[in-house]
């Protein structure tokens, strides 16, 4: 009960900095509806108690799950078991991701039903379990990770080609759609529990990091592949304002509860067999250990439903309204000196960015310490949503020509930096865009671009995920020329 009462606490740290940004907003520069903005309220309690139980669901269940699955994939010397419990692993784990459903269903509503939310989750999972598969390979045939990186961003951009805009970053946003907080504890304790089974210490610690980013790339060819099939021109995007104009104030909230019940519960059993049938031929743990982990589980559903329901009740739409009229302003600047705000505050109440920084600080026995790279990650982060912000207000302005640039560098910087911080650093783009970014921030962005004359929503709203995702890369590796140069210069 202890550890439960202090995740509540820290989640509360976590969500309030959001709630205090649109109460201050509501009574100067954006005024939200009354009963809107205590849905809202209520919408954020509702997270805030279900991403606590969420977050200890997974660390009583998913973790313990993801370090015995590890485990016994280097236990094993067959590769075929490898891929295709990987591919199994990686496919239902991000089906059950909630960031990915929150996007899913944004872009089932704005592209009003032309791709439904069961079609953005299959394919996307399918990318990602094909992905964390060959992350999976990289730590048993010890494959350098720039070099996948870099051939695997290359088939992006081949097949980006062919691909709508819209849909460009509809996948870019997938990829850090795909890392959150469910994921992202599941994946980093499979790679620390492959790369344990390495003899070589400092090999264990370089490999320990890097999976989560070759997942997330998935994510991106699920998408640009679908696209090649389902063509979107010609979508004009429109904003579905149905739970804004609704004047219950729990209508919202309940009316939500059958269908997200419903999904999660298919989206979580598919891992329970997984470990049913992992406990009877290969964990063999005891009952205790055992019980306590399906315990986690039942937390995580309980969690991630009361997570869903507050999201899709109250919190998303108070974005909106916030985002569409801060850009109805004749000073296009606020909204971008209020994205970068937001972008520096939105990283400090992601759950999966403290459970990856409080693994870098293990696994380096204290080096890097989280404080520094939470420091990098905000900085990021804020620039990131102040160049969305930007690009909504300039509509020439593509995606493409922010993403070409900024991967660039991010893929060069891999040449220079130890590979230690490019592994970090790839895995803290993905967690950096986790349930508040999927949430808010996206919302945000949807009701500024809906007031932008000339703004398609698909087209320009959608990309701030990706632009969140991509940035970190940079502020991360550079962090990494900072301390490669500190030690040489201790050194010398």
């Known amino acids: 009960m202890s550890i439960l009462l202090h995740k509540f606490r820290e989640v509360l740290v976590v969500v309030s900095p959001i709630v205090a940004l649109v109460l201050i907003l509501n009574f100067t520069l954006a005024p939200v509806p009354f009963d809107l903005l ?34 016994t994939f280097m236990k094993s010397n067959k590769l075929w078991f490898v891929i295709l419990i990987g591919f199994v692993l990686g496919f239902f784990i991000n089906v059950a991701e909630p960031d990915l459903h929150v996007l899913a269903a944004q872009v089932e509503s704005v592209t009003g039903g032309f791709i439904p939310l069961f079609t953005s989750l299959v394919v996307v999972s399918i990318g990602t379990g094909l ?14 990770l720039n070099i996948i990186l870099i051939v695997t961003y290359g088939v ?13 970053a509809i996948g870019f946003d997938s990829s850090g759609a795909t890392t959150g907080a469910l994921t992202v504890p599941l994946v980093l304790a499979l790679a620390i529990g492959v790369a344990a089974m390495e003899r070589n210490s400092k090999s264990s610690e370089e ?5 989560i980013g ?14 090649l099939f389902m063509r979107t021109e010609g979508i004009s995007g429109v904003l579905d304002t149905h739970t804004t104009d609704s004047t219950s104030l729990l209508g919202p909230l309940i009316n939500e509860i059958p269908a997200v019940a419903l999904e999660s519960f298919i989206a979580l059993i598919p891992m329970v067999v997984i470990l049913v049938v992992f406990q009877i031929f290969s964990f063999k743990m005891h009952r205790r250990p055992f019980s306590k982990i399906l315990m986690g589980f039942a937390y995580t559903y309980l969690g991630l439903v009361i997570f869903l329901i507050g999201v899709n009740g109250g919190f998303m739409s108070v974005g909106n309204v916030i985002g569409h009229s801060l850009a109805s302003h004749d000073n296009k600047a606020i909204l971008v000196g209020l994205g970068f705000l937001l972008g520096m505050l939105v990283i400090l109440t992601e759950p999966a960015v403290y459970i990856l920084t409080q693994q870098i600080e293990n696994v380096t026995s204290g080096y890097i310490k989280r404080t520094t790279v939470l420091v990098a990650l905000s900085i990021g982060v804020a620039v990131a949503v102040g160049l969305s912000m930007l690009r909504i207000t300039i509509p020439s302005l593509q995606l493409w020509q922010l993403l070409l640039p900024g991967y660039a560098i991010a893929l ?7 590979k230690l911080f490019v592994g970090i650093a790839f895995d803290s783009g993905g967690v950096a865009s986790g349930p508040m970014t999927a949430t808010f921030v996206l919302a ?17 709203s959608f990309g701030v995920i990706a632009m969140v995702a991509m940035i970190p890369l940079i502020a991360l590796q550079v962090l990494g020329l900072i301390y490669k140069f500190k030690s040489k210069k201790q050194e010398g």
């Open 38 to 71: 205590i849905r809202f309220i209520i919408g954020a309690v509702a997270m805030v108690v279900g991403l606590a139980i969420l977050l200890f669901g997974i660390d009583v269940g998913i973790f313990p799950f993801g370090n015995h699955m590890g485990t």
């Open 131 to 144: 992905m964390l598969v060959l992350g999976i390979i990289r730590v048993v045939k010890h494959l350098p």
């Open 156 to 168: 992006i951009a081949v097949v980006a080609i062919f691909a709508s805009p819209d849909m460009l």
């Open 207 to 211: 490999d320990s990091f890097g999976m």
């Open 214 to 227: 070759i997942m997330s790339m998935g994510a991106i060819l699920g998408i640009l592949v679908l696209n």
């Open 412 to 418: 060069g910087l891999t040449f220079f930096v130890p």
């Open 444 to 460: 945000f962005s949807q009701g500024a671009s809906s007031a932008i004359p000339n703004s398609n929503i698909l087209t320009d």
